[in-house]
């Protein structure tokens, strides 16, 4: 299943999307981003005794797989394992995506972008 596609004026862009796209900038020529970045994402999570959270993410496709970079607030980018979405135009964030919140507990975390993206080409699936 996918999500409509609902274009965001670039005024209108939330300020963390634009601060994912503004760390991505200096990445842009390294060939796993090149090849691989697919979207900023938004997601909204229910977390147990704390309710609703919100945030972006950096997803990577390849083919029908996918993984998410996220930065945790403190400088530190956690790196997700590569999930196999049900088809290569499935929503990372609609079911039946295997997404979900212990996807982001346990997480490899990295103190640059740069480590991230590593894992992420190091782990992509064959």
């Not at 929503?91 to 979900?100: K, Y």
Request: aromatic letters at 12%; proline letters at 9%; glycine letters at 8%.
């Amino acid at each position: 299943m996918a999500r409509d596609e609902i274009p965001v004026p670039p005024e209108e862009v939330p300020e963390e999307a634009r601060q994912y796209m503004a760390a991505l900038q200096q990445y842009q020529e390294h060939p796993f981003v090149r090849q691989h970045f697919f979207q900023v994402t938004w997601l909204s999570l229910m977390v147990p005794n704390h309710g609703q959270v919100d945030f972006f993410a950096l997803e990577f496709r390849d083919g029908p797989n996918a993984a998410l970079i996220w930065e945790d607030g403190q400088g530190n980018w956690g790196a997700g394992r590569w999930l196999q979405l049900s088809h290569t135009d499935a929503d990372i964030t609609c079911p039946p995506s295997p997404l979900s919140l212990q996807y982001f507990q346990g997480a490899q975390a990295h103190s640059s972008l740069g480590g991230a993206l590593e894992l992420l080409a190091t782990t992509k699936p064959a």
